[in-house]
Nanobody, 123 residues
C-alpha cells in the first residue's frame, strides 16, 4: 500500500524551529519528486517547497525562503522540512506529496498525499 506519513508538527513559539518528516512506504521515495504544501485556517492550500528525486533541484516559496530547508534521505525513504524562525503566519496543516513525473507540478498533479501534520506558532 502506497503511503506518505508526515510527522513532527506541534506547538512552537515564534522564532522557534520544527523539523517535519515525510516517510514513504509502499514505494521508493527516490523515484519521486516531493512537494511540501500547507493550508492555514480559512485559506487555500499553497505550495511552499519542492525537492527533486535526486536532490539536485529545490524550490521555495518566497515567504519561507531562507527559513525553511528541504532535504531527503533516500536510504530512509524520508523527506524532511526544517523550519526555522517560525512566525505566527506559518501556522497551518502541512502536507507532503509525491509525483513521479514532474518537479513541482500543480497540486492536482501529485500522485500521493500524506494526511498532514499541524504546526501552530504561538506564544
Amino acid at each position: 500500500q502506497v503511503q506518505l506519513v508526515e510527522s513532527g508538527g506541534g506547538l512552537v513559539q515564534p522564532g522557534g524551529s520544527l523539523r517535519l518528516s515525510c516517510a514513504a512506504s509502499g514505494f521508493s521515495s527516490d523515484d519521486y519528486n516531493i512537494g511540501w504544501f500547507r493550508q492555514a485556517p480559512g485559506k487555500e492550500r499553497e505550495g511552499i517547497s519542492c525537492i527533486s528525486m535526486r536532490h539536485d533541484n529545490v524550490w521555495y516559496l518566497g515567504s519561507v525562503k531562507g527559513r525553511f530547508t528541504s532535504s531527503r534521505d533516500n536510504a530512509k525513504n524520508t523527506v524532511y522540512l526544517q523550519m526555522n524562525s517560525l512566525k505566527p503566519e506559518d501556522t497551518a496543516v502541512y502536507y507532503c506529496a509525491a509525483d513521479r513525473r514532474f518537479f513541482c507540478p500543480p497540486a492536482a498533479e501529485y500522485d500521493h498525499w500524506g494526511q498532514g501534520t499541524l504546526v501552530t506558532v504561538s506564544s
